[in-house]
């Protein structure tokens, strides 16, 4: 009987791991974010998540370019600007806010813009991804501008 016992004791310990097993989460996580993101917001989270969910492989594919996210099998994204796929669904999680900014220098060499188009006539630096310009929105007493978007 002793060896029977053993056989119903291993037999019911491997019924409790399987039961066990299927009450977690497991499998691999795609996740793809501009890397400012990762670094900043995401890699605190993902670990906190991991802690939680140790079953859980979670693959982070941090990158600024422009990626088909149904050819390369990514289950969640993170991504600025207009949504170029409308058979993905989007979630617009927090409106990001730029400010514009010159140097004393640089208003001294070139002069303060009078309006948002005269910044199309001056150096400056602009925020793309991957060959998109993100537009400029610009809001002054209640009246609002907004500049095309435009490839690069």
């Known amino acids: 009987m002793p060896k029977a016992q053993l056989i119903a004791d291993t037999v019911s310990e491997l019924y409790s791991d399987a039961e066990e097993m299927a009450n977690q989460p497991i499998g691999t996580l795609t996740i793809s974010a501009p890397k400012a993101l990762s670094q900043d917001l995401l890699a605190p989270m993902l670990a906190e998540f991991r802690a939680r969910y140790p079953t859980i492989r979670i693959n982070l594919a941090s990158s600024n370019r422009f990626q088909d996210l149904t050819k390369q099998s990514i289950d969640f994204a993170f991504r600025l600007g207009p949504l170029h796929d409308s058979n993905l669904v989007a979630l617009n999680l927090s409106p990001v806010k730029y400010v514009l900014a010159a140097s004393k220098a640089f208003?001294?060499?070139?002069?303060?813009?009078?309006?948002?188009?005269?910044?199309?006539?001056?150096?400056?630096?602009?925020?793309?991804?991957?060959?998109?310009?993100?537009?400029?929105?610009?809001?002054?007493?209640?009246?609002r501008w907004r500049s095309p978007a435009s490839q690069i």
């Open 107 to 143: 208003c001294d060499k070139y002069g303060e813009p009078s309006h948002p188009l005269d910044l199309y006539q001056l150096p400056c630096i602009r925020n793309h991804v991957e060959g998109y310009f993100l537009p400029w929105h610009f809001a002054y007493r209640a009246k």
